[in-house]
């Protein structure tokens, strides 16, 4: 396809909180004695388009007691910087809000392990460069902004384990990816991306990868050095084909579907049910029946004697319009594999795989794969 998919909510689905989006009541943006609870400031669901850092010092004593700042769902366009004041803060809930830029003070939250900027407003030059100093930072979800660049701020977050970039603009990646060793979840789906870097094969904590909704065509090689990916999502893309080492792979999940690699595979399929008058042609010639112009028309006779046989050398079958056509890669003098058009009774008669890892180098070959069954190998596999 041309460009990304029309996507819909559950291919995001796990970028996104939507039972927490909306609230029926609007709540009185006055603090009160709810407002603080233990370790917990909960702001969140009140439509405030402020915050009052006077007002929230007056109600919190003590703000290095405070570890979890639950600001989501209101209308903010900014945090104030006080926010420096709670050095003990651990995760910060600011999902969807209305926020265009954040204060350089959130990179002085030494202990901050979650950030949440889901759903916002955010753009490149909202994030301020100091963000990288958030060394603690384990989770971070900017999906549902305006982002075209990957921030490059991320790469500088060593102890990242969670990265969350879905739908937003992105449509270049940096080759910086060898620094993001403890990844252990990356989704950028539903973005503009083209190309995935080499240095992708670097993060070998990563569990989960979703790239679906993009522009993607083909993925690097590097990517089954993976060896911890368990989940690899690639629907909605542009792959006519995958790498042939995406087989060495110890994948759960593989999703594929709309990609041209699927349709065309699908269409491949494709198999027309033989006629009554195919099917009694096939057994009149399968047993050997003897046939004259005394015992049956001359246009049947015709008809029969253009019978085509099986190229299955298995298969004593015969065709005549009705045939299973199967890709059949043959190995040429151990150099690489030429593509041969097999034309067969049935789809029964397929006597090699229609999908094969082939190469067109001899550093390419997958002699060292082991050739399990590939239903071992992918557990679930999503083609539409």
């Known amino acids: 396809m041309a460009a990304a998919a029309l996507t819909t909510a559950e291919d995001y689905e796990g970028d996104y909180d939507l039972d927490d989006d909306f609230d029926d009541e609007e709540n009185d943006c006055t603090c009160n004695s709810e407002t603080v609870l233990g370790d917990t ?3 969140s669901h009140r439509n405030l388009s402020t915050l009052d850092p006077n007002e929230l010092l007056s109600l919190v004593k003590n703000p290095n007691r405070v570890k979890n700042f639950q600001l989501n769902s209101n209308m903010l366009l900014t945090i104030p910087p006080q926010i420096e004041q709670f050095q003990s803060l651990i995760t910060i809930e600011l999902s969807n809000n209305q ?11 030494n202990n901050l392990k979650n950030l949440y900027l889901k759903n916002n407003s955010l753009d490149d030059f909202s ?13 971070i979800n900017l999906g549902g ?9 991320l790469f500088q977050m060593i102890n990242l384990k969670e990265i969350y970039l879905g739908s937003n603009q992105i449509a ?5 990816f060898h620094s993001l060793t403890k990844v252990e979840v990356l989704y950028l789906g539903g973005n503009h991306i083209g190309n995935v870097p080499d240095s992708i094969g670097y993060m070998r904590s990563l569990v989960v990868l979703n790239l679906s909704g993009n522009r993607l065509r083909t993925l690097p090689r590097s990517i089954s050095r993976l060896n911890r990916l368990k989940s690899l999502s690639l629907h909605n893309n542009q792959f006519s084909a995958l790498p042939p080492d995406i087989i ?11 990609n041209p690699l699927v349709v065309r595979f699908v269409r491949d399929l494709t198999y027309d049910v033989p006629t009554l008058k195919e099917l009694a042609g096939r057994t009149i010639k399968l047993h050997k029946v003897r046939y004259d112009d005394q015992s049956i028309p001359k246009s049947l006779i015709e008809y029969l004697n253009a019978a085509k046989s099986c190229l299955n050398p298995k298969c004593k079958g015969v065709y005549f319009e009705s045939c299973h056509k199967n890709i059949k ?10 593509p041969l058009l097999q034309f067969l009774c049935s789809p029964a008669c397929t006597s090699t795989p229609t999908f094969q890892m082939t190469s067109s180098d001899s550093d390419d070959n997958t002699d060292g794969i082991p050739t399990k069954d590939m ?5 679930k596999v999503l083609l539409g």
Do not use: A, H
Request: glycine letters at 2%.
């Open 41 to 43: 400031i909960d702001y």
């Open 99 to 109: 926020l265009v830029q954040l204060p350089t003070e959130l990179s002085l939250l």
């Open 127 to 139: 994030l301020p460069k100091e963000l990288q100093l958030l060394k603690q930072l384990e989770v």
């Open 145 to 153: 902004n305006r982002l075209k660049q990957f921030p490059y701020q």
């Open 172 to 176: 270049f990646l940096p080759d910086l």
């Open 248 to 258: 060495r792979l110890d994948l759960q999940e593989l999703s594929l579907r709309n």
């Open 329 to 338: 890669f043959v190995d040429f003098c151990g150099k690489f594999y030429l």
């Open 375 to 379: 239903s071992s190998k992918f557990k």
